[in-house]
């Protein structure tokens, strides 16, 4: 069982819903990233909290807004989706944002898969 | 220029044979990790090894193996006696401990489908 905890497991919706992802993770990781992974491509980096607080935005479109509630909570608020949207949504967290040497791999969740009707 | 290359779209395995899955890296940064990690069908990407770039010895986690060959820059992975659970995506990921503000990044391949026949 993984030790990242992502809900739902499926989720589709129209153009104009307002739908949330969820993702939970009791590693005590002070970092959580959410990524995109299309069909056949590798997962593509779309934001990282750093101790709760955004530090990362990879120039995502603002239909997308995470918020992390607390240490444990990541959320991904979605909005006015287009069709291209439709993806994996995958949840990742590690030790903290990875300064310094050291084996720090990223912990994942099972993803969200994504259909926008 | 590819960070990471992955040259095999697609693999092949008999059950309980060993196979390599390659991985080429393109980096001037000393310091550097190397991650392998699976993904099957369910979507969960689940981390298997890591090799840091300063690790004199290569990495070894029960059947998976890391082949580092540092002047080559290239970090294969092994999986000794196939299972048909091995059946999956296999990426390898790269990240750069000195690239100032993007030290946080993993930079992956575009993966190797391995499909382990029984």
């Known amino acids: 069982d993984t030790e990242v905890t992502q809900t739902p497991k499926h989720l589709v919706m129209g153009m104009t819903n307002k739908k949330s992802l969820k993702c939970e993770q009791h590693m005590g990781h002070r970092a959580m990233y959410w990524y995109k992974q299309k069909a056949k491509k590798p997962p593509e980096l779309m934001f990282v909290?750093?101790?709760?607080?955004?530090?990362i935005n990879e120039s995502v479109p603002s239909r997308f807004s995470p918020e992390c509630p607390n240490s444990s909570l990541l959320n991904l608020h979605l909005h006015a989706l287009q069709p291209e949207d439709s993806a994996l949504y995958l949840c990742a967290s590690s030790q903290d944002m990875g300064t310094g040497v050291g084996n720090q791999p990223q912990h994942f969740g099972d993803g969200t898969r994504l259909s926008i009707l | 220029a590819q960070k990471i290359t992955q040259t095999q779209p697609g693999m092949f395995v008999q059950e309980k044979e060993a196979v390599t899955l390659d991985c080429t890296y393109d980096t001037s940064d000393p310091s550097y990790g190397l991650f392998w990690y699976k993904q099957p069908s369910s979507g969960e990407m689940i981390f298997l090894i890591y090799?840091?770039?300063?690790?004199?010895q290569n990495a070894t986690e029960g059947r998976y193996s890391l082949n580092f060959q540092k002047a080559r820059k290239s970090a294969n992975l092994v999986i000794s006696a196939s299972q048909l659970g091995d059946s999956a995506m296999y990426f390898c990921a790269m990240r750069e401990l000195n690239s100032g503000g993007s030290n946080y990044k993993l930079t992956f391949g575009k993966g190797t489908l391995l499909t382990v026949n029984p």
């Open positions: 090799q840091g770039s300063y690790d004199q």
């Open positions: 909290y750093s101790y709760e607080k955004l530090s």
